[in-house]
């Protein structure tokens, strides 16, 4: 066993160890939510493997190395996921089931299990969740303040149809956010949100080659506002304007 799977496998001991001593204190749907959690808190905090596998050395880009990294973390997520899949299965009346819900979608696109997470996040539309409940998807200081449950499920599943190349199907999710809006405290969270949104109509609107409709949701967002980054948007615009106008035109 290499030096990653031996601290893989201390860590996901001493974590089992951690949770099943709370057993007496908190209830079994917790527990499971507890556990599922950790286990991701572990993926993003305590190994970094993302920062792992983006930032490797290109040198070892190929090797065993980084393929270890990449089975440790899918193992690890599939290890979540069933714990979120047995609150959601065994306490459908649980308060922790939403937040199951959308733990469980986001990580079934991690694992490109894209039918089963549109059916994870239409549950969460279809259901009582509420936008408003306190936390959100990242903790610490600057972590979203409110949950989001049904604005990130109908973003999500624009997303995955988007990339579908389903665009109208796309575009119905998109206008999903506007009956259910993101709510945060900042207003710089807020502009990095209504540019996501405006790309993402600008995009599925070339998709379906209506340009003026696409310019119309980008050329009010390419002067930056101070706010929030919005180069991206800016060469989706310019190459977006390109399809229609020569240069010298822009120009």
């Known amino acids: 066993m290499t030096k990653h799977g031996q601290l893989l496998t201390f860590l996901l001991i001493f974590i089992g160890q951690i949770v099943f001593g709370q057993t007496k204190s908190i209830q079994p749907d917790e527990l499971l939510f507890e556990k599922g ?10 190994l970094e493997l ?19 990294i990449k089975r440790i973390k899918e193992t690890t997520l599939k290890k979540a996921h069933k714990y979120y899949q047995e609150l959601v299965d065994s306490f459908p009346k649980s308060n922790l089931l939403f937040r199951a819900l959308n733990n469980k979608g986001l990580i079934e696109l991690e694992l490109d299990k894209t ?7 239409l549950t969460l539309l279809d259901s009582k969740a509420d936008d408003l409940e306190n936390g959100g998807a990242v903790s610490g200081i600057m972590g979203e303040p409110y949950a989001n449950y049904k604005n990130r499920a109908a ?20 206008d999903l956010t506007k ?14 949100d209504d540019i996501y949104i405006a790309e993402m109509y600008a ?7 209506e340009y003026q409709k696409a310019y119309d949701k980008l050329l009010p967002n390419i002067l930056e506002n101070g706010l929030a980054n919005n180069s991206e948007l800016v060469d989706i615009a310019y190459n ?3 399809k229609t106008y020569k240069k010298e035109d822009l120009k």
């Open 37 to 46: 959690f950790v286990l991701e808190q572990l993926i993003d905090d305590d």
């Open 50 to 68: 993302d920062g792992l596998i983006n930032n490797i050395d290109s040198i070892y880009a190929k090797t065993e190395y980084l393929e270890q």
């Open 115 to 121: 039918d089963k997470a549109k059916k994870t996040f």
């Open 155 to 174: 973003k999500s599943l624009a997303s995955i149809y988007y990339k579908e190349n389903k665009y109208e199907e796309s575009i119905k999710y998109l």
């Open 179 to 192: 009956k259910y809006p993101y709510h945060h405290f900042c207003g710089n969270e807020y502009a990095s």
């Open 203 to 209: 995009k599925c609107y070339l998709g379906l080659n």
């Open 240 to 242: 977006a304007l390109l």
